[in-house]
């Protein structure tokens, strides 16, 4: 399987502070991208890194990407209630046709 | 507003028969896919196609079974075959395979 890994599986923070979450993936990539799920509801896209990108921001989001060690981290500054949710990782793999593969998730609670 | 409608929001199925899952999209995407959510699982590829009358199978494709004859439209059929249909299945579409992919919000199937 080419599902990579993220952590922790679980956050819980007091708002106003900040959200790391880390994701590894497993071979060489076009692009990673992260995505949020509110209970019950479809993932949303929240932002895309390409290969040859280290950093990318996006509001309060700060995405980074290291290809030499197979991750990327995502940062929400100044957390609030709205945050929580849970958070995926999708890798694009290099490869004809290749499709995104998803982590298991984080679930980011964030405390009044 | 451009969107991914799926229908019914929640199904439940009788043993020995099968279900159809709606999905449609008006964002004139080209790629369409299913993905099955269990607990803890994170998203798990079914099937998906890049243009009218061609899909492919995903990593779980064994008990379900689809069509693209419109480019809006990616119905997902879960067979009597599939034993274990309890999830929470969702539809998605994107411009191409390495693109942000768009979410509908989710049916979930359960078992009478």
């Known amino acids: 399987s080419q599902q990579g890994e993220e952590d922790p599986q679980a956050l819980s923070i007091q708002e106003g502070e900040n959200a790391t979450m880390n994701c590894s993936y497993k071979?060489?990539?076009?692009?990673l991208q992260w995505y949020r799920q509110n209970s019950g509801r479809g993932l949303v896209h929240l932002i895309l890194i390409r290969s040859n990108e280290r950093e990318k921001h996006s509001g309060r989001l700060r995405v980074t990407l290291d290809t030499s060690k197979k991750s990327s981290s995502l940062l929400i500054t100044a957390s609030r209630a709205a945050d929580t949710a849970s958070y995926f990782c999708a890798s694009n793999y290099t490869g004809a046709n290749s499709k995104l593969t998803f982590g298991k998730g984080i679930t980011l609670s964030v405390r009044p | 507003d451009g969107g991914i409608t799926q229908s019914p929001k929640y199904l439940f199925r009788k043993e020995g028969q099968n279900v159809t899952l709606s999905c449609e999209q008006n964002?004139?995407?080209?790629?369409m896919y299913w993905y099955r959510q269990d607990p803890g699982q994170g998203l798990r590829l079914i099937y998906y196609s890049q243009i009218v009358n061609d899909f492919q199978k995903g990593d779980i494709a064994e008990g379900y079974s689809v069509s693209r004859e419109k480019k809006e439209s990616f119905p997902l059929t879960v067979t009597s075959a599939q034993k274990n249909p309890t999830a929470f299945y969702l539809c998605?579409?994107?411009?191409?395979?390495?693109?942000?992919?768009?979410f509908g919000d989710g049916t979930r199937l359960s078992i009478l």
């Open positions: 964002l004139n995407h080209d790629a």
């Open positions: 998605a579409s994107s411009r191409g395979y390495n693109q942000p992919q768009h």
């Open positions: 071979t060489s990539i076009n692009n």
